[in-house]
């Protein structure tokens, strides 16, 4: 099999690009190596255009396998990959962020990139290796895409950045971050035209641990370079083995007809753009999309000019935001460029829930709910990465009446996975350790309104929700969506705080920064240009500062700090630390000991490896009365100490009395009485409830009584 083999060194380490043919059938496909991780990606285009759409239609995949690390599934009757995991389909979210504004805008043909994992070696991501030979794989094959584009993982720990950093590196750092980026070669149109021979950076993922914005810039400064390499070196490939071009024909247009759509729109489209409510604005332009095709159908009968008249309707809407912004700094709802919507705050909206908050900003309006759970609820995380329990969870959901729709209510999609994650990845700096606060903490937003920027809005509305529950956060968080508007021909631009729907919608750049005032735990961002350069992401990254700093000033107003007392309706936790060899005495054979205290008190039991013991309870009491009866088994036995107990066990030589739970101790038959005893049972019997002193404890822990009575051993 022909294989060709190309290698870059990076981080001490080999980047290993390999064409071996494969999926020959794909349009293009590739294997990419580091470490002993490798992905093989591949990009198939359909044949025709789908007419139906006005959107690229491109599914990008990414495909877990246990095989990778060795393991099979776990659930022991389904042992075949089934649904991606979270992870999985947050980092195909990732390597589609990246490829997608890359494809021709006129490209209405299906397209899909899979990335499959193929080995894991357990200390190298996969999820950039995805990215680079997306990128690699696209760039070789036939299909139109304007690559390639490189991705690199920078992380700083002990005041040291490190490239590509293991997953070890990774833990306990200040920051991880993903960039990518592109570098255009030749001249340069539309709305690309940006600094020539500048690095463009084109999409950010990444979570911080309260970090200023300066530290995002240094990062970038270090990754600048191997991102101009990994360029550079896909460029090489592709020369050398990379196919020729689908050519993708521009649509022929017809100015007697743009001349008549124009006249038609004047003065129509604009007012109908620049109106504050989101369903007016969406029904104005519904309404006019109908009376334009009404027109051209009327002028044109039969010959098939609405697809025409659609595209261009979308492209002046699209003109006209950019051209008033740019030019006369006119948003749609009238707000200044750095003005923020309206906000209002609530919290403690629900009666019996652990904690809630509502956060609204314009027509944007999420809901969290807070609740508390004992150890046993974590989460039990089983994939090809993770294993392990997970006792922070924040879900998002965006039910279709959130943006007037009407749509069959199914499981969460991507949006949702997406979305969720980024607002838990915020929220997860700012969350007590479990040995200060050992409750399991689940979050869900409900977006009842959406306008735009709903994700930083759950952050908002989950940091009330937090607090308004007692749950002691390092600091309150907030989030902030910025924008970007970018003229075509004079290289001019506009920075928007807080975009909102057709900002979004037609805009250049959507860069969401969440955080608190000592400094950023999230930032993300995705472009339809090329990319930003560095004077762009500083500028966007302070005003964002700004607006974040606002927020979190309103929101202080309503909840300053976390209430200084849980939920009535939260459960109760209660610790003790045990010896670990005493473990097995709380749990009695077969469980008898710890489903007693259990039944008895109704607390629920949580015991760690290290002897560290959670006793959960809707009422503090009955933890309470389970850590009483723990401390009674687990306490050491001192000799001369006095006990009542009751008889267990009559046997010849004596009788064993149960001095605490699941102690027994042996009065034998000479410590009974002072006086020579012929039958244990003359003196006591069975469920009698005797006066006992511990007279000794041998070296195997039995310990040895004497019966009292009337205040004096026998």
């Not at 008549?260 to 729109?265: A, H, I, N, Q, S």
């Not at 009407?406 to 040995?435: D, N």
Request: charged share 30%; hydrophobic share 35%.
């Amino acid at each position: 099999m022909d294989s060709k083999i190309f290698k870059l060194k990076i981080n001490k380490k080999e980047l290993i690009i390999e064409s071996k043919n494969l999926a020959e059938q794909a349009n293009g496909s590739i294997l990419v190596r580091y470490g002993d991780t490798l992905v093989l990606t591949t990009c198939v285009i359909s044949e025709g255009d789908r007419v139906d759409l006005d959107f690229l239609p491109l599914f990008v995949e990414y495909e877990e396998k246990y095989y990778a690390a060795g393991k099979i599934k776990g659930p022991r009757y389904i042992k075949r990959e089934s649904r991606p995991s979270d992870e999985a389909v947050c980092n195909a979210r990732l390597i589609d962020r990246a490829i997608r504004p890359r494809f021709p805008k006129n490209l209405a043909r299906e397209t899909q990139v899979i990335t499959t994992i193929l080995s894991w070696d357990g200390e190298n991501d996969p999820d950039v290796l995805g990215i680079v030979a997306a990128s690699t794989a696209l760039s070789i094959s036939d299909i139109p895409w304007k690559g390639p584009i490189a991705a690199v993982r920078v992380c700083k720990k002990d005041g040291k950045f490190i490239l590509n950093p293991t997953y070890e590196e990774r833990e306990n750092s200040d920051f991880d971050i993903v960039f990518t980026a592109v570098l255009p070669d030749g001249p340069r149109q539309g709305r690309e035209v940006l600094e020539d021979k500048e690095i463009l950076i084109n999409m950010i993922e990444g979570r911080l641990e309260e970090v200023e914005e300066n530290s995002i810039l240094k990062a970038l400064d270090f990754v600048e370079k191997p991102l101009e390499e990994i360029i550079a070196f896909q460029k090489e490939i592709r020369e050398k083995i990379g196919k020729e071009k689908i050519v993708i024909e521009p649509p022929v247009s017809d100015p007697v007809l743009e001349k008549e759509m124009k006249e038609f729109l004047e003065n129509k489209l604009e007012k109908i753009i620049y109106q504050k409510e989101k369903n007016k604005l969406t029904e104005g332009l519904g309404k006019l999309k109908e009376e334009l095709f009404y027109f051209i159908e009327e002028k044109y009968p039969s010959q098939g000019k609405t697809q025409e008249a659609q595209a261009f309707l979308t492209e002046e809407v699209d003109r006209l935001i950019h051209e008033n912004i740019i030019k006369y700094e006119k948003r749609p709802d009238g707000r200044k460029l750095d003005e923020i919507r309206k906000i209002q705050c609530e919290v403690g909206l629900l009666p019996r829930t652990h904690g809630s908050g509502l956060f609204c900003r314009g027509q944007t309006k999420a809901l969290s709910i807070l609740t508390l759970g004992s150890p046993n609820d974590q989460q039990l995380l089983e994939g090809m990465e993770i294993v392990g329990k997970k006792r922070f969870m924040h879900h998002y959901n965006f039910p279709p009446y959130c943006s007037g729709e009407i749509k069959p209510l199914r499981g969460p999609g991507r949006r949702e996975i997406g979305h969720g994650a980024l607002a838990e990845k915020a929220l997860f700096p700012l969350i007590p350790s479990s040995e200060d606060f050992p409750y399991t903490i689940r979050i869900v937003s409900e977006i009842l309104s959406s306008n735009g920027s709903t994700s930083m809005a759950s952050v908002s509305s989950s940091s009330l929700a937090l607090m308004d529950a007692g749950v002691l956060i390092k600091n309150p968080a907030a989030g902030i969506a910025m924008g970007l508007m970018m003229d075509e021909k004079t290289n001019k631009y506009k920075i928007l705080t807080d975009i909102q729907g057709p900002e979004d919608h037609n805009g250049d750049m959507d860069l969401k920064v969440a955080g608190t005032e000592k400094g950023i735990t999230v930032i993300q961002m995705d472009v339809k240009i090329a990319g930003i350069n560095r004077k762009i992401l500083e500028e966007t990254l302070l005003k964002a500062k700004k607006a974040r700093f606002e927020i979190l000033e309103k929101m202080g107003k309503v909840l300053a700090e976390p209430r200084p007392e849980l939920s009535p309706y939260a459960p109760r936790i209660l610790t003790i630390q045990i010896d670990p060899d005493k473990i097995r005495e709380v749990i009695g054979p077969g469980g008898k000991i710890i489903n007693e205290i259990i039944e008895k008190t109704g607390a629920m039991i949580d015991i760690q490896d290290s002897g560290l013991i959670f006793v959960t309870s809707e009422k503090e009491e009955s933890a309470e009365k389970a850590i009483d009866w723990i401390k009674n088994i687990t306490r050491e036995v001192v000799v001369g100490e006095i006990f009542q107990g009751k008889v267990k066990r009559i046997l010849e030589f004596g009788a064993f009395v149960e001095i605490l739970p699941g102690q027994d101790g042996l009065i034998h038959i000479s410590k009974l009485a002072s006086y020579r005893v012929n039958k244990v049972e003359d003196i006591v019997k069975i469920d009698d409830t005797v006066s006992v002193k511990v007279i000794s404890i041998d070296e195997q822990g039995r310990i040895n009584l004497s019966l009292l009575k009337n205040n004096s051993p026998r």
